[in-house]
C-alpha cells in the first residue's frame, strides 16, 4: 500500500494538506474514557468508539437538513461509515486538514450570510454541537481527496466522453440553452433574535410586495419607499452556475417579478427577475451538466468500491 499523499485533481475544490492523526488519538481515548461511557457506546470501529449520543447529534443534524427524521439504523450506518474514513488517515498523508475544515465550515457561515462564531450559534440553539458537522465535513474532505487519488485514472475525462454523453441525451435536452439572470435582491430586515411572530410578519410583507411588483422599474420604487428594506445592485447569474433547484425557480419566474421568499439569518429575502437572456455558447449547461454526471457516477462507483472493502477489512462490534 501506498500511503503517500494522494494526487490532488481539478475536480477536487478543497486540498487537503495536514494530518489530523490527533483527532483519531483524541477518538481513541475516549473510547476507554467515563465520559464515553457514560455516554453509552453503541458501536465499535477498530476500537473506535460511536456513542448513543453521537447518533442523537447526527439524527438532529440529518433530521434539520432534510426536515426528516432518519431510521436509526441509517443513521448508525453512516457513522460507521465516517469512522472508516477518518481511519485512513493513519494509511495516508494529507496535510492542513484543519484548515480545511475550518475552511468549509467559514464558506457554510457565508452561504447563510453569517459569521463562523454566528452560525455556531445558530447550531446551538438548534441543539447541535460544531463538532457534529465538522466530523461530516473532514470525513468527506478526506474521502474525496483519497477517492480521488486512489482511483485518479477514472477522473480524467475527455472531450469524446463528454460529446458521448451529451449525444445521448435526447434532441431536447441537447438543444437546451444556458441563460444570464439579472436579479435585484431585495431584504426585509429582521432584527437578529426577533422572535418568530417579527419573522413571519416580515415574510407576509414581502408576500404583500410579491403581489404588488409588476415590473422592476416601478416595482423596485416600491420596495425602497418600504420601512427597512434594502435594495441590493443587480447581480448577473448564469444558469450554467447555479444549482438545479434554482435554475428551476427562476425558470418558474416571469421577468419582472418576484422569487418566493427565504429566511435567512438577516432577514426575509426575495429576489426581482429583471433581464434572461441567452448565453453565448449555448450548449454550455448541457456540456457541464453532462461532465458533472459522468464525474458523480465514477465517484459514486469508485467510493462504493472502497467503502465495501474497507467494511469487509473492519472490525464492527455492535454492544
Given amino acids: 500500500m501506498d500511503h503517500a499523499m494522494p494526487t490532488k485533481t481539478a475536480d477536487n475544490r478543497a486540498p487537503l494538506r495536514r494530518t489530523a492523526l490527533a483527532a483519531l488519538a483524541f477518538a481513541a481515548l ?39 427524521a432518519p431510521p436509526r439504523k441509517a443513521v448508525v450506518d ?60 473532514r470525513a468527506e474532505l478526506i474521502w474525496g481527496q483519497i477517492v480521488r487519488g486512489r482511483y485518479q485514472a477514472s477522473f480524467q475525462l475527455n472531450d469524446r466522453d463528454i460529446l458521448a454523453r451529451v449525444e445521448n441525451k435526447n434532441q431536447e435536452e441537447s438543444q437546451a440553452v444556458a441563460f444570464d439572470y439579472t436579479l435585484r435582491p431585495i431584504l426585509f430586515i429582521v432584527p437578529r433574535g426577533s422572535p418568530q411572530a417579527v419573522i413571519d410578519a416580515r415574510r407576509r410583507d414581502a408576500e404583500a410586495l410579491r403581489a404588488r411588483f409588476q415590473g422592476c422599474q416601478a416595482g423596485i420604487q416600491i420596495a425602497r419607499s418600504m420601512r427597512d428594506v434594502a435594495v441590493r445592485p443587480p447581480v448577473t447569474r448564469s444558469s450554467a452556475d447555479l444549482q438545479p433547484a434554482v435554475r428551476e425557480m427562476l425558470d418558474k419566474t416571469e421577468v419582472g417579478r418576484l422569487t418566493a421568499p427565504e429566511v435567512t439569518l438577516q432577514g426575509v429575502e426575495i429576489h426581482a427577475l429583471c433581464d434572461k437572456k441567452a448565453a453565448s455558447g449555448d450548449n454550455a449547461l448541457v456540456k457541464r451538466e453532462a461532465r458533472e454526471q459522468i464525474m458523480k457516477e465514477r465517484f459514486d462507483a469508485k467510493s462504493q468500491q472502497f467503502l465495501k472493502e474497507l467494511r469487509s477489512q473492519a472490525m464492527i462490534e455492535y454492544r
Fill in 30 to 68: 475516549a473510547a476507554a474514557s467515563p465520559c464515553a461511557s457514560a455516554q453509552g457506546i453503541a458501536v465499535f470501529v477498530n476500537g473506535d468508539p460511536i456513542t448513543n449520543f453521537d447518533i442523537e447529534q447526527r439524527s438532529k443534524l440529518i433530521e434539520i437538513s432534510t426536515r426528516k
Fill in 78 to 137: 453512516e457513522l460507521i461509515d465516517e469512522r472508516l474514513k477518518l481511519q485512513l488517515l493513519k494509511r495516508y498523508k494529507i496535510d492542513d486538514i484543519e484548515k480545511d475544515v475550518d475552511n468549509a465550515y467559514a464558506n457554510m457561515a457565508r452561504r447563510m450570510r453569517a459569521t463562523p462564531q454566528q452560525f455556531t450559534e445558530q447550531l446551538a440553539r438548534s441543539g447541535l454541537k460544531t463538532d457534529t458537522l465538522k466530523a461530516r465535513i
